[in-house]
């Protein structure tokens, strides 16, 4: 990081603390749910034996409607993007900004020039601002930090013969029925990346996975390291896969949905910008000296994550995570005091 560039390794674990209210981590509290959690209590009878990742595969490829040589399971969504920066070979990366800072980051680090394609008005997608000799894009839907969520179509639109299309679809389980997922359509050039922290609660298992062509994936695992996903995240994903699981997802989108846009239109009456058609589990917003509103309700003991570090924003944004509705409540009302 330099005086002109943000510091992409932040993230929003950095803004928590002791006695802080969270609303800084997009990860559903109260998770993980109790029957998910006695399924990785029961997994820990099973770790003298090195992972076996099979069932946990098969499950995704049935989630999906994919062929299992299509899914590699990865230690969360970050070490996918780790693995494609260091498997691919692009000569000309583009990253489409704002969004979730790793991806570049992780290009960085392999060696990669890295070009940010920065969206404009209400960060709804251009295709027409991505260069078309890029070979390389990477984008999120919904996306970190902006909770927009692109019409599929539109991304799909982007992939092109010689070029891999990346969709970071961490948040996509917050979209009840996913319509706009890549996921089970995967058009020839497209890759996507699924996890499993924000909605199961599992930050500290790291679980996730690639959806890609069988070549890429076969390319992708001979860069990962040899059981690179534990036993209890295997079960996890295997788990949280399943309808049952899918749907109990589902149900809870919907509900935090209702909430979130309650929210948004409690902060829009008090002349905050809100970032239009929140479709993730958290909001991003415009107010004035944002880096000073972050420190007076971190005084008051509240963890929002600052803007800042994602390009395309700067010192006047903040995101806030959608938590229930009285803890929501808690927060306007300390926003009340500051006087906003």
Known sequence: MTADEPDLRHHGDAEVGDGLVDFAVNVRTGTP???????????????????????????????????????????GAAEAFVLLARALRPERAVVVH??????EAALRAAGHPVERVILG???????????????????GNPTNPTSVLHPAAMIAALARPGRT???????????????????????????????LTKTWGLAGLRAGYVLADRHLVARLAGTQ????V?????????ACCAPEAVAEADAWAAEMGAERDRLAAELAT????????????????????????????????????????FPGLGPDWLRVAVRDRETNDRLLEVLGELGI
């Open 270 to 309: 008090r002349g905050l910008y809100v970032v239009p058609e929140p479709r993730a589990s958290f909001l991003c917003l415009r107010v004035p000296d944002a880096l000073g509103i972050r420190a007076l309700l971190r005084g008051r003991g509240y963890a929002v994550r600052r803007g800042d570090t």
């Open 165 to 195: 299309v990346v969709v970071d679809e961490a948040f996509m389980d917050c979209v009840p029925g996913e319509p706009e997922s890549l996921a089970s359509r995967l058009p020839s050039g497209v890759v996507v990346l699924r996890s």
């Open 121 to 139: 008005k209400d960060f709804t997608l251009d295709p027409a601002l991505v260069p078309a000799d890029a070979d390389l894009v990477m984008i």
């Open 230 to 238: 534990s036993t209890p995240a295997l079960v996890a994903v295997e």
């Open 33 to 75: 749910p109790a029957w998910l959690a006695a399924r990785l209590r029961d997994a820990v009878a099973d770790l003298a034996a090195y992972p076996d990742p099979a069932r946990a595969r098969r499950a995704v490829a049935r989630r999906h409607g994919r062929a299992t040589e299509e899914v590699l399971l990865t230690a």
């Open 98 to 103: 704002p969004q979730f800072t790793e991806p």
């Open 225 to 228: 390291p040899l059981w690179a």
